[in-house]
């Protein structure tokens, strides 16, 4: 059985990165919603109460039952989590007369503590809470201390039950991996096991013992998390996977061929469907984004129901849903808002039960248990590309035409990046063809072309992005190598827009 830490979430906006801390102690973590702990569930070895955007006293406050946890599991309260504990145990918190927000020091701590072992003196934490615990309850004490909040860090005597009110999780508390590490490693005896390989074959095992000898299906995109999932069930489930991968025509230039040639070589089964002209005819005048998005999506469902359904007997959808889809899916009341986030509507029309061996994951895991699945580099550290295609990257109406300029830039580009070795640098890089003619000159020739823009972000996970710095030269290159191959083209910027306030994709 895999051990884990279960996180429960009261609403910070750094509950995730608490997660990802855990995870990089190779030790399996959950984050769920506050009231949705696991009672019955004989692997949690502890339990981390996360930071909230209210107050204990908030007539809205996310509440638990402590004493259902408390003495059962080892527990670590952070920022309102330590607050909550120290209210419901009796002690008092009050508003504090400034908001504390950012860095501060332990200036004094209790070095001996568990969970403060290898802290170092005065080592700096991160603060960011507007309520302050100014009187602990009985039979706890305090561990450590920073000049202006004396309860900075407590323990329940002779207990496994602590809290923190700084953030262990954030880059800027310097000994907070440290911290978490005593609280996961020593304190909670976790074994440190979570690896892609344990991964790899836990979940293996799972999907022989869930889908039997059922049939199942699956969407393919190209992308990172689908192909990971398919190789996945590949390897437990065999011919019983029918993979689907349907071509819109908005791909980037050669990426049909090229990603089916990359299937077939890893043993997959997979059904290549050329839909362009469908969808082409369907786009036909339509130039505004939200409805290139429906119409797109409508016509994906509408190819893969269509396929599927002259396969026999499968019972299963398979998606490569990964966890950051998951948190969107889930608020913290634990409604589901959107369940199915890579194909929206299938199961219910398909009647199909869905297989997500990914939910879990972050990205960057996904990536390491694709290594570990021996797939080839190119294909794992593939960047982005939406679903939608290059139809979100053209900002007028969609002919095919427009669709081959797009497509030569592109390829110029990408491949430009590569051979500079820049294209692992970036988190994600494409081309948008904007609606503008504009006056050159050619030789003797004038031209009246189009003009591009090219786009090139770094990112952690495409919530934020700022746009890459690209050096001068490769810009100068590529803008020299696309005017001269690329027919109709005759401008070419470089997006300098960071997310926020712009997004990645124009569209
Ligand atoms: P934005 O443009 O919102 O994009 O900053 C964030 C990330 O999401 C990708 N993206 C999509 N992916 N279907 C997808 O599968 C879509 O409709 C879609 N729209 C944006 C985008 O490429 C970036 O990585």
Known sequence: ???????????????????????????????????????????????????????????????????????????????????????????????????????????????????????????????????????????????????????????AKNEALWGVQFHPEVFHTEDGTQLLQNFVEDVC??????????????????????????????????????SVTAVLLHRAIGKQLTCIFVDHGLLRKNEFADVMRDYEGLGLNVKGVDASE???AALAGVSDPEKKRKIIGKGFIDVFDREAKKLKGVKWLAQGTIYPDCIES???????IKSHHNVGGLPDKMKLQLCEPLRLLFKDEVRKVGYALDMPKHLISRHPFPGPGLAIRILEAITPENVRILQEVDDIYIKGLREWGLYDQVWQ?????????????????RTYEQAVALRAVTSTDAMTADWAHLPYDFLAKMSNDIINHVKGVNHVTYDISSKPPATIEWE
């Open 1 to 155: 059985m895999q051990e884990k830490i279960i996180i429960l979430d009261f609403g910070s906006q750094t509950t995730q990165l608490i997660g990802r801390r855990v995870r990089e102690l190779n030790t399996y973590c959950e984050i769920l919603p506050y009231n949705k702990f696991p009672h019955d569930d004989k692997s949690v070895i502890g339990i981390i109460l996360s930071g909230s955007p209210f107050s204990v006293y908030d007539e809205k406050a996310f509440t638990i039952k402590l004493e259902e946890i408390r003495g059962k599991y080892p527990i670590l309260g952070i920022c309102y989590g330590a607050q909550f504990i120290s209210h419901v145990c009796g002690g008092k918190v009050e508003p504090a007369n400034t908001r504390e927000y950012g860095r501060a020091n332990l200036s004094t701590f209790q070095h001996n503590n568990p969970l403060l072992k290898g802290v170092k003196e005065n080592s700096q934490v991160w603060m960011s809470h507007g309520d302050s615990i100014t009187q602990l309850p009985d039979n706890f004490e305090v561990i450590a201390s920073t000049e202006k909040v004396s309860n900075a860090a407590f323990q």
């Open 189 to 226: 005896g976790s074994k440190q096991s979570w690896s892609p390989d344990s991964f790899i074959e836990n979940t293996v095992a799972e999907l022989k013992k869930q889908i039997g000898n059922d049939h199942v299906v699956l969407g393919l995109s190209g992308g990172v998390d689908s």
């Open 278 to 280: 469908d969808f082409f």
């Open 330 to 336: 889930l608020s913290i009341t634990g409604t589901v």
């Open 429 to 445: 890089a494409g081309v948008i063809l904007l609606p503008v003619r504009s006056v050159g000159v050619m030789g003797d020739e």
